[in-house]
Nanobody
Framework: QEQLVESGGGSVQPGGSLRLSCAAS????????IGWYRQAPGKEREGVGC????????QIPDSVKGRFTISKDKSKNTVYLQMNRMNPEDSAIYYC??????????????????WGQGTQVTVSS
């Protein structure tokens, strides 16, 4: 059964860093574009970027540009979201999702094949 599992969430102080992991089982991440999304209470889901099999990143919003980056480890079948200089506005549930590469670079949220269950991130002092 195909499954994505996020981990690495937690609480961090403003200015701190977290690295989220997105591990796949039942399929190979390398065959997909992987996107990261977040959703805060009362707000719409927001994409924070997607990574192509080649490692190219796209759809990085201004709100996280220069602070967040996405990488992957093919040997571990895992994609990472590194979050630096975090602020309270980054608090949300973070999700990863797998997308058919034909939808790159637009990475439309409606076209993802698999979604993880999400991991909570809280930024507060």
């Amino acid at each position: 059964q195909e499954q994505l599992v996020e981990s690495g969430g937690g609480s961090v102080q403003p200015g701190g860093s977290l690295r989220l992991s997105c591990a796949a089982s039942g399929f190979t991440l390398e065959h997909y574009v992987i996107g990261w999304y977040r959703q805060a209470p009362g707000k719409e889901r927001e994409g924070v970027g997607c990574i192509h099999q080649t490692g190219l990143l796209t759809q990085i919003p201004d709100s996280v540009k220069g602070r967040f980056t996405i990488s992957k480890d093919k040997s571990k079948n895992t994609v990472y979201l590194q979050m630096n200089r975090m602020n309270p506005e980054d608090s949300a549930i973070y999700y990863c999702a797998a997308l058919d590469p034909i939808y790159y670079p637009r990475c439309p949220a409606s076209e993802y094949d698999y979604w993880g269950q999400g991991t909570q991130v809280t930024v507060s002092s």
